[in-house]
Nanobody, 122 residues
Framework: QVQLVESGGGLVQAGGSLKLSCAAS????????MGWFRQVPGKEREFVAT????????SYADSVKGRFTISRDNTKDTVYLQMDSLKPEDTAVYYC???????????????WGQGTQVTVSS
């Protein structure tokens, strides 16, 4: 199993910045990708960004491209989400997700963090 602990959420004014962290522990050698998703009440959880553990290739939702940056510290098994130029519509609970896979791809499993609230005031 993989355990994920998120931190860094809070309240910020529009145009400001926040940096989220997600520390992984447990079977981290099985991590294939780590990413961030967000959810507002009444809506489905949506993809924000992801990073591939092996080569650090990244992918972003169109809504955050150019404003958010995902990165990792492989010495700490930690993924970060630097959020700049924040907008009120970025307000959501942000969740960290780890996608794990066996070397032979015989299984895959997702793990989720507990979520951290990000509120952007106008």
């Amino acid at each position: 199993q993989v355990q994920l602990v998120e931190s860094g959420g809070g309240l910020v004014q529009a145009g400001g910045s926040l940096k989220l962290s997600c520390a992984a522990s447990g079977r981290t050698a099985s991590i294939y990708t780590m990413g961030w998703f967000r959810q507002v009440p009444g809506k489905e959880r949506e993809f924000v960004a992801t990073i591939k553990w092996s080569d650090e290739s990244t992918s972003y939702a169109d809504s955050v491209k150019g404003r958010f940056t995902i990165s990792r510290d492989n010495t700490k098994d930690t993924v970060y989400l630097q959020m700049d130029s924040l907008k009120p519509e970025d307000t959501a609970v942000y969740y960290c997700r780890a996608n794990t896979r066996s070397a032979t791809l015989s299984w895959t499993r997702d793990y989720w963090g507990q979520g951290t609230q990000v509120t952007v005031s106008s």
